[in-house]
């Protein structure tokens, strides 16, 4: 199973949790997350691709109740 905490850069990227059979398979979903805000890192890992995401929250709501 691939580690699901990896750091690139020294940026925390998150696996998604996805063993896809090549890039081809990888890329459809590595483009959403890419219009979703999310940074994105492939790695090769036992013949299977594997994507890390991260974003980075630039701003919050506060619920005052």
Do not use: H
């Not at 949790?17 to 997350?33: F, H, L, Q, R, S």
């Not at 979703?36 to 619920?63: H, M, P, W």
Request: net charge negative; hydrophobic share 30%; proline share 2%.
């Amino acid at each position: 199973m691939a580690e699901k905490i990896r750091f690139f850069d020294g940026k925390k990227f998150l696996w998604d949790g996805e063993e896809y059979d090549g890039k081809e398979k990888a890329g459809p979903v590595e483009k959403k997350y890419i219009e979703n805000g999310f940074e994105v890192q492939i790695c090769s890992e036992n013949e299977k691709v594997l994507l890390y995401t991260r974003r980075v929250v630039t701003e919050a709501e506060v619920d005052q109740n």
